[in-house]
């Protein structure tokens, strides 16, 4: 799926990638004000490589809950890069845009998830 759609949500996972980051350097420095930090983390995120050890400093501070949401987020970009984009892992079936619009880290249908979840309760 390389389209406008896919674009749209490859800025919402990296704008929600790099709020993730600004929360965590917000956490640790203190200093830094919440906005300054996500302009700070947007920066970076297009900076590849360059502040790559910074980042990975940066990741052995994230909570565990955190930690999931940021390989979530660059699990759902790589599937935009690969054009799978979408497409639920389970069952194949295209993820309704709606529920990828709440949710843009979804790579289930709401049937797969759901058994997913009544599975491992
Ligand atoms: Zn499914």
């Given at each position: 799926m390389n389209t406008p759609i896919s674009d749209t949500f490859a800025r919402q996972l990296k704008d929600q990638r790099g709020a993730l980051l600004a929360r965590v350097r917000a956490r640790r420095?203190?200093?830094?004000g919440r906005a300054d930090a996500a302009a700070q983390a947007r920066e970076q995120a297009s900076d590849d490589g360059a502040k790559a050890s910074e980042e990975r400093d940066l990741l052995i501070g994230l909570e565990e809950r955190e930690s999931a949401e940021l390989v979530a987020i660059d699990a759902a970009l790589q599937r935009i890069a690969d054009g799978s984009y979408g497409l639920c892992l389970q069952c194949g079936a295209s993820i309704p845009a709606a529920r990828l619009h709440a949710?843009?880290?979804?790579?289930?249908?709401v049937g797969c998830q759901e058994a997913a979840e009544r599975h491992s309760r």
């Open positions: 420095g203190g200093a830094i949710r843009p880290t979804a790579d289930h249908c």
